[in-house]
């Protein structure tokens, strides 16, 4: 398959794997609502493409993170219900309404320019919101919920569809403080329906969906889990789930160093023995970690070749003197299978000192997303 794409460097999306993720959190959590969160351009594996497959394979809804992310959705034809998770302005009210989002409000000002936005359009809005149940983000407290409800009841251009919070840590082992949240949420909920009407609750994200059956309520928003990555090493791997991102890049130039040649910025790689190097043409500019430099590795013919030296912008160079016959234009995977062998995101997430969801999100636009089974 691979052989078709002639870039230099590309991020290749597995379509398939991601349906296949998709299909199987929705079976794990039954009647509930399964909305893929497709935020940081789907968690760097592409917005649109992602968002087609996912409601293919039985997502009833999208979820991102800013008013911008649902306009380019609905700028490619994306016709699903869209809710938009966080922080915005007034001033961003205009194309809320104009794109028809799901807004989530948590304060007067935007609920009033929100309100007077659809009015002019001749609309109702359907907004959430969100119960800050102690990540301290955003949202209101669970004491500060009922009066701004009854202020929402003045808006008549809006239309309450749903209470929400987010947990802190549902992804590590003790999920103490994570049923303390969803006991709290529950509580407010409880007394917010008792007075107004609130059809939708929500509150499980990738994690909770894996470990906390109990919080998958009317809805879920799997995240990292739809691309086929764990949230952490601490949760259970109840849904067996497909990496869908490979990094790929290729051999650009081969040659033999003798001992006590250096390597790239700041002579942190010095050859000790003859040493055969190859560079790749693909660095921080593309989205590979500087903490990589003299830590991270790549695959090259099937075998694990070390980054030497400092990453650079433009380029990275790796130690191949232990793999034979390694030449121009030979595939080299940073992330992702080849032969025998697989780098997982977690792995580059250990050697860049970080998680497997900056691994993926912080990978530039220098390296375009290709995919395999793209839906039509």
Same mark, same amino acid.
């Given at each position: ?82 809710? =938009? ?16 989002? /799901? ?9 009033? !320019? ?77 007394? !917010? ?13 990738? !994690? ?61 790689? /010095? ?10 043409? /693909? ?42 016959? =390694? ?50």
């Amino acid at each position: 398959m691979r052989q078709q794409y002639e870039l230099t460097n590309y991020a290749l999306i597995d379509l398939d794997a991601i349906a296949r993720n998709v299909a199987a959190l929705k079976a794990r959590v039954g009647a509930a609502e399964l909305w893929a969160v497709v935020k940081a351009n789907a968690y760097g594996h592409g917005a649109v493409p992602t968002a087609r497959t996912a409601l293919a394979a039985g997502a009833t809804r999208l979820a991102v993170a800013r008013i911008s992310e649902g306009a380019a959705l609905r700028q490619a034809d994306v016709s699903a219900p869209i809710l =938009v998770m966080g922080y915005h302005t007034p001033a961003e009210a205009e194309a809320a309404v104009a794109y028809d989002l /799901i807004m989530t409000v948590n304060d007067d000002a935007f609920a009033r !320019a929100l309100n007077d936005q659809a009015r002019d359009a001749g609309k109702r809005m359907r907004v959430h919101v969100k119960v800050d149940t102690g990540l301290g983000r955003f949202g209101l407290l669970p004491d500060e919920l009922p009066s701004f409800l009854q202020r929402l009841t003045h808006y008549r251009h809006l239309q309450l569809e749903g209470l929400w919070t987010h947990f802190a840590t549902a992804d590590e082992r003790d999920k103490t403080f994570a049923h303390k949240q969803f006991a709290m949420f529950r509580y407010a909920a409880f007394l !917010a329906r008792d007075r107004f009407d609130i059809p939708i609750l929500h509150a499980a994200n990738s !994690a909770a969906i894996l470990d906390m059956p109990e919080t998958w309520l009317d809805a879920v928003r799997p995240g990292i889990a739809i691309y086929g990555l764990y949230p952490s090493t601490e949760v259970n791997a109840t849904v067996t789930l497909h990496p869908a991102l490979s990094l790929i890049s290729h051999v650009g130039r081969v040659r033999t160093l003798p001992p006590g040649a250096s390597v790239s910025y700041g002579r942190t790689f /010095i050859a000790t023995r003859p040493t055969t190097v190859a560079l790749l043409p /693909i660095g921080y500019g593309d989205g590979v970690h500087r903490l990589l430099s003299n830590r991270g590795q790549t695959l090259i013919r099937g075998q694990r070749a070390p980054i030497i030296g400092r990453v650079c912008m433009d380029n990275i160079m790796v130690d191949v003197t232990n793999i034979d016959g =390694v030449q121009e234009r030979d595939e080299a995977v940073l992330i992702g299978p080849q032969g025998d062998d697989r780098i997982t995101a977690e792995e580059v997430a250990a050697w860049a000192q970080t998680i497997n969801y900056e691994v993926t999100t912080s990978l530039l636009p220098r390296a375009p997303r290709m995919y395999a089974d793209v839906p039509p």
